[in-house]
């Protein structure tokens, strides 16, 4: 059974959205495909899956230069013998709404989604392997924060994740949800099931707080550096721990 399951995971990567936030850089390219030090942002979550043996992945993007993923990434042999598909996100419908793209390349597979702007130091196959040998449900990498009022935020209690709050004002723990996901075959009938939030989205919060209510959401501790590429600022922090991640290597 457990090498069924191996077999059936696939990759997700979320490049969608119009990095509005990152306007004027974005205004004539994709925020994904901006430079994180000598690489393409993009490179980097494919990156992650590949490290973690997932070698078929799709990319959900979108915009006016969704084109551009394409003659940049190919069929993506700078990767290794992996195979890569695209399919368009049309404007800014929420991550989940994005994922509820990716029904024909997933269905009946496990699932490793990432964002297509968050880059991390370290390795998610541990994680990953774990996922592979649990019984159903979902699995969330988390990261200790000194702004966690900034994302999704858990509230773990007794070894067990009761909820997740997105963006609260006064976060009951320190412990941001990172954008890496691992979701069963069922995700995309919790994705159908979701009613649109304030913003007009389908958030990915609600997805995992579905897991949750069903007893199924599991969590590990991401090691290493975390950080997204949304912002200026993060955009900077990303492109500084790159270089001196490699600097100290070389």
Same mark, same amino acid.
């Given at each position: 059974? %457990?090498?069924?399951? &191996?077999? %059936?995971?696939?990759?997700? /990567?979320?490049?969608?959205?119009? @990095? ?16 994180? *030090?000598?690489?393409?942002?993009? *490179? ?38 992996? $195979?890569?598909?695209?399919? *368009? =996100?049309?404007? &800014?419908?929420?991550?989940? &709404? %994005?994922?509820?793209?990716? $029904?024909?390349?997933?269905?009946? $597979?496990?699932?490793? /989604? ?7 130091? @370290? ?9 592979? $040998? ?30 997740? +709050?997105?963006?609260?004002? =006064? ?39 579905? *897991?949750?209510? +069903? ?8 090691? @290493? ?21 490699? &600097?100290?290597?070389?």
């Amino acid at each position: 059974m %457990a090498g069924q399951i &191996e077999m %059936a995971m696939k990759g997700i /990567v979320l490049a969608g959205g119009t @990095g509005s936030r990152l306007f004027p850089l974005t205004k004539i390219t994709n925020k994904h495909l901006l430079p994180i *030090y000598d690489k393409p942002m993009i *490179y980097y979550p494919i990156q992650t899956l590949v490290d973690a043996g997932i070698d078929d992945i799709l990319i959900v993007t979108g915009g006016r230069n969704a084109g551009d993923f394409l003659r940049l990434l190919a069929n993506g042999k700078e990767f290794g013998n992996i $195979h890569l598909d695209y399919t *368009y =996100q049309e404007g &800014e419908g929420g991550i989940a &709404e %994005a994922l509820g793209l990716a $029904h024909h390349f997933g269905a009946g $597979h496990r699932l490793c /989604v990432i964002l297509g702007d968050n880059i991390i130091k @370290g390795s998610i196959r541990t994680a990953v392997e774990e996922f592979r $040998h649990q019984p159903a449900g979902a699995k969330i990498l988390l990261k200790e924060v000194p702004d966690a009022e900034r994302f999704g935020v858990a509230e773990i209690e007794g070894g067990r994740i009761l909820g997740i +709050e997105e963006k609260p004002k =006064q976060p009951k723990s320190n412990l941001a949800v990172t954008g890496i996901y691992l979701y069963d075959e069922t995700v995309f009938d919790k994705v159908q099931k979701l009613k649109r939030s304030d913003r007009g989205e389908l958030e990915i919060t609600d997805v995992n707080n579905a *897991y949750i209510a +069903e007893g199924t959401m599991s969590f590990a501790h991401l090691d @290493g550096w975390w950080t997204d590429a949304g912002t200026f600022d993060s955009l900077l922090r990303a492109n500084n721990l790159v270089a001196t991640t490699r &600097e100290n290597a070389a």
